[in-house]
């Protein structure tokens, strides 16, 4: 059974290739060969008034720019402000003034409204970063960051909506169009970060009274992150598993038939499904907020995509509304500066909502983000680019909806919707963003919710209640069929049929307390009574136990409740995975070892197979693959030496060693540590407890963490990285040698085309 799985698997794979390797290649765009210029872009959004008259040639001139990258520090750690200093003091302090054409180089600088100074703007070429060796370690550090889940590559403006979402760590979140994730990981972070607060005003309160219990490592809170695109849905397994976070749950769902999930069966009973305290709707859209990362919008740029699109986006939303509790906050955002898929979308939510949801005036957060207040009105253009007088709000023929257009002027002061933020690129070098904040302060007036639900009557429909604005939105609605028994949203049955093929998730199979495996385990590690096995699951049916995922006592619930009807609720991934088969098992104590991401967590509840190391300690295992146990300092020898065999937790907490061991950090320039070759040329920049995943062998002791990984610990403990060190000589020899080819060559034109292509010169000579 098992191999005929692998052949098929094989030969899908197989002709999947053909068909790629057959398939008529799509001629490359060159980016730099791309025409800036748009007629009808310019005429509809000149038309629409959005931009001053004085500044339009600046907002013209920045749109046709490439875009600066940004990039953002992760929150959720004790880490991120030791990486802070770390990238300041070792990186952008030694930044060249200028680059080897004796061009000034703008170092990166922190984006001004972003809080905590985590996230940066970086203005450097890749030719500046290509020929400078101190640029070259900068680049390699932001690389090994990104890699490790420290920093994330994200556009500054889309790093706002999760800030006005205001996420904290009993809040049940849903993002609903969430791939590739860059706003998913920033709400894991809030939520995280939000915990650790509590934690810690939690901790010392405890110490003042002295109570000894362990409070919960995990936030109460979770996040569902949700993409109707498969393949994309996978992207945000692997970012929410860089966060290594347990209360991540990833669906693959249509946004606008979203569906319900219970807490328990007998909720499922009454129908009381989960209401989310916030809802992001990141929605997909025309993108000309990207123009200048994207520039085959200028190719492209017609009001039909706009248009085409605005249906989805406002059902979207509504499914979102729906979702949300009342007193939740909601946050509508998209990358397009066009009315039509912006206040026009909410301007029909708030006139659907009459009342029940309203926009928060949010003009005083993030002061220092320069924004336009939303438009209170604005023109509609027809797929056939004819402008539509807004008088004329019936349907049309050329893709125009009565939704389309803005309320009337005596109307408009109802909505606010010059709450809405506009963010455009020439204001703070960015790309242009759109964003509404909204707070549902009542029940949503189609939703009657039955008590009894055996009567099948949960929603009573706008149909029924004959809103004409919405049958003018929805087909489906039209069909009074279909309504009946309609379970989720007022604009469209749930539909089993589409989006749910090729759904081949393993179960969610629960730990059970008497398991054997749960008894050997605690023993072995002293595990306390307090260690929440009840919300531990493995992925394997019947077979042995090769991880162990944990996750929180509410995705627990959702997972118990929902999972058996896989038919509905499409569940991709959840838990973090705290054990994981040992691939060194010969003479172990247990064929299970702790997984590298769930330490932290683990060690809350552990009581046995703890080593603390010292700083000279941990530096050799990160430089070594494996060392010898007679290396380390007498006291960790002395507690690892009479071991079994197995895994252990190693614990080193270098702030202290290097107040034992330096009188003040800025003496550290130019140590070595005391037994190895490296040196210490910065102060160490780690300020909490390092937890690492590790092996005791009969002689030996490793670590189980990656290359990047161990290589991140040397940086943030002030040690010369080896790699750096070869990659800046390289660099420097070339320079060198371009500077000695330079002075014998004259640069005379050669009529060959070259000329001033020093670069490409120097990257030849190096080949
Ligand atoms: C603008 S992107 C989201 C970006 C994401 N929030 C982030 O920050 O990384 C829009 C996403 O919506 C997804 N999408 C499109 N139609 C959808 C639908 N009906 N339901 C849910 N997701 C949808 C697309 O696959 C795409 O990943």
Redesign the pocket.
Same mark, same amino acid.
């Given at each position: 059974m098992a191999t005929k799985r692998v052949f098929d698997v094989k030969s899908r794979s197989k002709s999947a290739k053909k068909r790629k390797r057959e398939r008529p290649k799509q001629p490359r765009i060159d980016y730099e060969e791309i025409e800036k210029e748009n007629k009808l872009f310019e005429e509809f959004y000149t038309e629409q008034g959005i931009i001053s008259p004085s500044e339009w040639i600046h907002f013209m001139s920045t749109v046709r720019l490439p875009l600066p990258a940004t990039f953002r520090l992760t929150s959720n750690t004790c880490v991120c402000t030791d990486l802070a200093d770390c990238l300041t003091q070792r990186y952008i302090q030694k930044f060249p003034k200028l680059s080897t054409n004796n061009e000034p180089i703008n170092p990166p600088i922190p984006i001004p409204w972003y809080p905590s100074g985590l996230a940066w703007h970086v203005d450097i070429t890749r030719k500046e970063i290509r020929n400078d060796p101190v640029l070259a370690s900068y680049h390699s550090f932001l690389m090994r960051e990104t890699d490790i889940g420290s920093i994330s590559r994200?556009e500054a403006v /889309?790093m706002i909506?999760p800030l006005f979402l205001d996420v904290q760590s009993h809040h049940k979140v849903l $993002?609903?169009?969430?791939?590739?994730? /860059?706003?998913?990981t920033q709400i894991i972070e809030a939520m995280h970060q939000s915990h650790a607060q509590i934690l810690l005003q939690l901790r010392s309160s405890q110490e003042s009274t002295a109570t000894g219990l362990v409070p919960n490592p995990l936030p109460p809170g979770f996040v569902v992150a949700? $993409? /109707?695109?498969n393949k994309?849905s996978y992207l945000l397994v692997h970012?929410a598993k860089r966060k290594k976070s347990a209360n991540v749950i990833v669906t693959n769902? $249509?946004?606008?038939t979203?569906p319900n999930l219970y807490l328990s069966q007998d909720d499922h009973r009454t129908g009381n499904h989960i209401k989310y305290d916030r809802v992001?709707c990141?929605?997909?859209?025309s993108?000309d907020g990207t123009i200048r990362k994207n520039p085959t919008v200028w190719m492209k740029w017609a009001p039909h995509k706009a248009n085409g699109l605005h249906r989805?986006q406002l059902?979207?939303v509504v499914r979102g509304a729906e979702l949300l509790v009342d007193g939740g906050r909601l946050v509508y955002?998209?990358?397009s500066m066009n009315p039509i898929e912006n206040e026009a979308v909410i301007h029909t939510l708030l006139k659907l909502g009459e009342g029940s949801l309203q926009l928060v005036d949010v003009s005083t957060s993030l002061p220092e983000l320069e924004k336009r207040s939303g438009l209170r009105s604005w023109k509609v253009m027809s797929n056939a680019n004819v402008w539509i007088d807004t008088d004329k709000t019936e349907e049309n023929a050329d893709g125009i909806h009565s939704t389309f257009f803005p309320p009337s002027s005596d109307q408009a002061d109802t909505y606010n919707l010059q709450r809405c933020m506009r963010v455009y690129p020439h204001h703070q070098n960015t790309g242009g963003f759109f964003i509404a904040v909204i707070q549902k302060v009542a029940p949503l007036p189609w939703l009657k919710l039955v008590k009894n639900r055996d009567s099948q009557a949960e929603i009573s429909s706008p149909v029924e209640q004959e809103q004409p604005l919405l049958v003018t939105i929805s087909d489906s609605v039209k069909d009074k069929s279909k309504i009946e028994n309609r379970p989720f949203s007022v604009f469209g049955k749930f539909s089993s049929s589409t989006g749910y093929k090729g759904y081949k998730e393993d179960p969610f199979i629960f730990m059970d307390r008497s398991d054997e495996l749960i008894t050997e385990l605690s023993t072995l590690y002293g595990i306390s009574e307090s260690f929440p096995w009840e919300h531990c699951f493995t992925r394997s049916e019947g077979k042995a136990k090769n991880n162990i995922y944990m996750t929180t006592s509410l995705v627990s619930k959702i997972l118990a409740t929902n999972q058996a009807d896989k038919n509905v609720v499409k569940i991709i991934n959840t838990g973090l995975r705290v054990f994981c088969r040992s691939d060194q098992s010969v003479g172990s104590v247990c064929k299970l070892r702790f997984s590298q991401d769930g330490c932290n967590i683990l060690f809350n509840y552990f009581s046995k197979r703890k080593v603390t190391l010292t700083e000279s300690d941990i530096i050799k295992l990160l430089e070594n693959e494996s060392i010898s146990l007679s290396s380390l300092c007498p006291q960790s020898l002395a507690d690892i030496k009479d071991l079994p065999i197995g895994p252990v937790v190693f614990i080193c907490n270098p702030s202290s060693d290097s107040a034992k061991s330096h009188t003040s950090p800025a003496d550290n320039k130019e140590q070595s540590s005391p037994d190895t070759l490296l040196h210490k040329p910065y102060k160490c920049f780690i300020t909490c407890p390092l937890i690492f995943s590790g092996w005791k062998a009969n002689w030996s002791a490793r670590l189980f963490v990656t290359k990047e990984q161990k290589q991140h610990y040397q940086v943030m403990l002030g040690y010369e990285l080896k790699s750096d060190v070869s990659l800046e000589e390289k660099k420097k020899s070339r320079f060198v040698r371009c500077q000695i080819r330079d002075s014998l060559e004259p640069s005379i034109p050669t009529g060959n085309g070259n000329e001033g292509k020093d670069e490409t010169v120097c990257e030849e000579n190096t080949t």
């Open positions: 994200q /889309s909506p $993002d609903m169009c969430a791939a590739p994730g /860059s706003k998913t949700n $993409d /109707s695109n994309r970012q769902h $249509d946004g606008t979203f992001l990141d929605v997909p859209c993108g989805l059902r979207l955002s998209t990358c």
